[in-house]
């Protein structure tokens, strides 16, 4: 990930990513990269699926 495809991001805000499921890590990898260029981001530890399962809401019908 280069700079100049954040740099309409702000660093000021938390941003949260998560993938679909425990089997995804692309998430991480993702967090760990914005990290290192000085952005606020947290990961959803198991994704959508656990999320689910563990009764929270999901809104929306696109994948």
């Not at 000021?12 to 000085?38: F, P, Q």
Request: negative net charge.
């Amino acid at each position: 990930m280069l700079f100049h495809t954040t740099e309409h991001l702000d660093k000021n805000k938390i941003y949260i990513y998560y993938c679909d499921g425990i089997g995804c890590n692309a998430s991480t990898k993702a967090v760990i990269k914005l990290l290192m260029l000085g952005f606020k981001v947290k990961d959803l530890i198991g994704g959508l699926d656990w999320c689910k399962r563990d009764g929270y809401t999901t809104e929306g019908d696109e994948s």
